[in-house]
Each structure stands twice: as structure tokens, then as C-alpha cells.
């Protein structure tokens, strides 16, 4: 009756449906009235994380973010994953915008989860383990009333919350 209950607070994205995501972005720019004849490019680097836009325009540029976003969303990534890092001017008026893809919950945004889970109160143990946070108690409420607090922090990470056992 005493069985331990934990989840894992992690910011992980899969990277298959951001991969599908950003092509579905590209046949949209590819189809749109106005993008029609421009030169424009959606270019994702996994090893650097980072996804490049390239647009002949700053607004062109804009909506071309919009819509990565948006066909990330709708493939269940948070748009906070995708943070916007430089914005650049080009050769001949062109605009280059770096996106950068957040899928790991740093040492100091883990330390203000632990200290936020220890601030409830609540009868449960918090512990980073590398880019995740463990957090176990014998009350699955407790494990739940945890969850919401960390919601509530409003933290700029797609966390999810994983493993509830």
C-alpha cells in the first residue's frame, strides 16, 4: 500500500515532427500567393538546433515564422521550444532569422523547479537528474498538485510531464 509514485519533468521535443513540421511549413511558403517567385528557405540544423529562415523581407521573414509555429503547434510542439535568437540583414535587402530549438531544461531552470516543488510544501522529493527532473511522493494528488504549481510558474520551456507511474 506504501508504493512510491514519480514523473519526470523534461522539455524534450521529437525531433521527427518538428522535421514534419517544418516541411509542411515549406510547401505552405511554397504554395502562397505571396511568396510566389521569391527566394525563400527553411533550413533546420540538428546539431546546433537551431532552424534557419531566409526571405527577401523583414515581414516576409515574420510570417514565414508564424508559420513555422503555427505547423509546430499543430503537430504537438510547444511554441515556446521555438525561441527566436538573431535577426539579421542579408545581401540586398534580404533578412535571415535564427530560430533556436529549446528541447532541455538547464541546471538553473531545474534548481527554480525544485526550489518551486519544495515551496508547496507538498510530501514529495524533487531531484535533477541531468536535463530532467524527478519528482516521487506517495500520493498521486500530491504528485498531480505538483504539476499544476509548475505550470503555474509559467516558465519558458515546453515542459512535459512524463513516466507517471
Known sequence: MAKEHSF???AEVDKQELKNALEQAKKEVGSRYDFKGLHVEIEYNEKAKAITLLAPSDGKAEAMMDI??????????APSALKETKRESVGGNNTKLTLALIDTIGSDDAKKIVKEIKAQKLKVQASIRGEEVRVSGKSIDDLQECMRAIKAMNLELPLQFTNLT
Open 8 to 10: 519526470d519533468i523534461t
Open 68 to 77: 513555422v509555429v503555427s505547423k509546430a503547434i499543430k503537430r504537438g510542439i
